[in-house]
Nanobody, 122 residues
Framework: QVQLVESGGGLVQAGGPLRLPCAAS????????MGWFRQAPGKEREFVAA???????NYADSVKGRFTISRDNAKNTVYLQMISLKPEDTAVYYC????????????????WGQGTQVTVSS
């Protein structure tokens, strides 16, 4: 069982930075692949970034060069560092975990957090 808790959301001006931590419970966090997703009002949830248990990363084209996903296995935490934020980044951000990377990237991860709201003002 893995429980995920996102934090760090809030209101930020366009062009600004924000870092979202996702803290995971459980003793086997290091063996899970992790992902970040977001869902804007009236839109479907979309993939943002993923990181494998080994540290390999991939990103949605819309965030490449602006967002960075990382993990600290000693702290059982995965991070999403966001810079150069745009109003279109406004959404609820969720983290997800699964032993299968393809499952995480496909939005079908076994474990999900409750989400944290990010609002970017223009």
């Amino acid at each position: 069982q893995v429980q995920l808790v996102e934090s760090g959301g809030g209101l930020v001006q366009a062009g600004g930075p924000l870092r979202l931590p996702c803290a995971a419970s459980g003793r086997i966090f290091s063996s899970y692949n992790m992902g970040w997703f977001r869902q804007a009002p009236g839109k479907e949830r979309e993939f943002v970034a993923a990181i494998t248990w080994g540290g390999s990363t991939n990103y949605a084209d819309s965030v490449k060069g602006r967002f960075t996903i990382s993990r600290d296995n000693a702290k059982n935490t995965v991070y999403l560092q966001m810079i150069s934020l745009k109003p279109e980044d406004t959404a609820v951000y969720y983290c997800a975990a699964d032993r299968s990377l393809s499952t995480v990237v496909g939005g079908q991860g076994r474990y999900w957090g409750q989400g944290t709201q990010v609002t970017v003002s223009s």
